[in-house]
């Protein structure tokens, strides 16, 4: 199977890396592109494991989330919820019934239009389609999604 030629593409933030060869040597290549051009992920795993958890090591609750980040506007607020879905409570997709349902838990004030807001954001990258499920369309953060709600949470924490 190494005989086996493959490409792999990997984009990682604004760097994108194209290796071709035999499966064993693209696998190769690229671990060593990343690890030596890749970002740091320790900032904000740190970042992440800081406000994901309350004092006593607990998952934070959406309302202690959403108010260590202090998203600005509703888009803020829906891809700080969708992070705090994925990340915080492990959904690996959610709906906007669930990002509506999160933000009432949280007590925020109802999203003007959930649908309008999720479709702004697939088209900005930061959320993409995950097929559909019994309670309609799910999403899921793409990287940018998830690197753009790490930098909110890295700037409360500077």
Same mark, same amino acid.
């Given at each position: 199977m190494s005989d086996e030629k493959v490409t792999l593409k990997v984009q990682i933030g604004g760097v994108s890396v194209e290796v071709s060869g035999s499966s064993e040597?693209? /696998?190769?290549?690229? =671990?060593?592109?990343?690890?030596k051009y890749g970002p740091s992920r320790s900032t904000s795993q740190s970042a992440h494991a800081s406000i994901s958890t309350n004092a006593t090591g607990?998952?934070?609750s959406p309302s202690e989330f959403i108010k260590k980040i202090s998203p600005k506007n509703q888009? /803020?607020?829906?891809?700080?919820?969708?992070?705090?879905? +994925?990340?915080?409570?492990?959904?690996?997709k959610?709906?906007?019934? =669930?990002?509506?349902?999160?933000?009432?838990n949280a007590k925020q004030p109802k999203f003007t239009n959930i649908s309008d807001t999720v479709a702004k954001q697939v088209q900005q990258g930061l959320l993409m389609g995950a097929g559909d499920t019994e309670s309609g369309r799910a999403y899921v953060l793409t990287t940018?999604?998830? +690197?753009y709600v790490e930098n909110l949470i890295n700037s409360k924490h500077e």
């Open positions: 040597y693209a /696998e190769n290549k690229l =671990d060593e592109l990343i690890q607990k998952p934070s888009s /803020e607020k829906a891809i700080v919820l969708a992070y705090y879905l +994925e990340k915080v409570k492990g959904m690996d959610f709906t906007t019934a =669930d990002l509506t349902a999160v933000g009432r940018t999604g998830e +690197e």
